[in-house]
DNA sequence: TTCATTTCTTAACCTAGGTTAATGCATAAC
DNA sequence: GTTATGCATTAACCTAGGTTAAGAAATGAA
């Protein structure tokens, strides 16, 4: 089980590769996100320590995410097909889960619930990135975010 | 292996129950959808022949989704733990994989996008459900739907 | 069949959030 | 130190898509 250190801005996998592994976070953070047609950046999700990130590993299907280091980290990687580590279904369906709900607060929830719910949810992540990065994982733009910030956007 | 015979309109699984079961449908179609705090009906996913429809089986997380047919279907009904199944993981990474692209979509495509994106992606269950369900499964209205068949709204 | 309910579309109007651009701060590079 | 680059905020303006409402078409119930 080898752990590797990774310096802030490290690039570890980058989108269309065929091999992807996984990273388990020991420490620091790392995020993976994708960049869509427009060039425009779009963050998937966060890995603090004791998280775990991955894209598409086990398919054959190309990865479509970047995943690099938002801070020094040490990442535990693991090469093996995550299909063949049958006693570990159970963060699959964990991590489904969540994906489910981040669809849901898509298409059911406003910018502002959405931020509310990433602050209750990741209380430890808001200090630790730029505001940018937060927008990005909200899916709105940075002035949207300080509009909503200052009060200038207010639910109903 | 038991099969079971659903209705149309026949519901299947109801939010907040806490022992849910994995459907494999094998003939008809079922749509598991759930319903925000304004009363709002948002369909997650649509399962047509062949497809397998889940919500938080195997973790403690009660159900968030109902699940009911649109079709009279034939199911297959799972009770099994979908921990305890060892041997398909492979479906679980691909649902990953369905979902995560379904986030990417909702984060960075317009509806008019996404709109392709679906009947490209599921040509045949177009015409089986009602424009109000395409809608609903976007994340826009009925109304933006039709404003987008009808060529009023439109991409730059 | 008839009446009722739902579905789809259109139109007028509205708003959450995007775009563009300017300003003040931090970092980082030299 | 100075200069440059990136970050956050604000403001003016814009647009995708929401809301409300109304009419036509389809579906269902009795």
């Known amino acids: 089980m080898k752990s590797r250190r990774v310096k802030k801005g490290e690039m570890l996998q980058k989108s269309g590769e065929l091999r992807s592994r996984i990273y388990v976070v020991q420490s620091g953070l790392l995020r993976s996100y994708l960049i869509d047609e427009k060039g ?5 999700m966060f890995a ?3 998280w775990v990130i991955a894209d598409n590993t086990g398919t054959e299907i190309p990865t479509t995410l970047f995943i690099d280091a938002l801070e020094d980290s040490i990442v535990q990687v693991r090469e093996k097909d995550i299909t063949k580590e049958h006693q570990n279904v159970t963060p699959l ?3 489904l889960s969540v994906l489910q709900k ?3 607060m898509l298409m ?3 910018a502002i619930d959405r931020y509310e719910d990433f602050i209750a949810t990741y209380p430890n992540i808001v200090q630790r990135v730029p505001q940018r990065m937060i927008a990005s994982y ?5 002035e949207a975010l300080s509009k909503i910030k200052s009060g200038k956007l ?3």
Chains 1, 2 share one sequence.
């Open 138 to 142: 909200l899916g709105i733009t940075p």
């Open 40 to 44: 425009k950046e779009h963050i998937f």
């Open 102 to 104: 981040r669809v849901v």
């Open 93 to 95: 369906v964990k991590r």
């Open 154 to 156: 207010r639910n109903i």
């Open 108 to 110: 059911s929830s406003s």
């Open 48 to 50: 603090p320590e004791g």
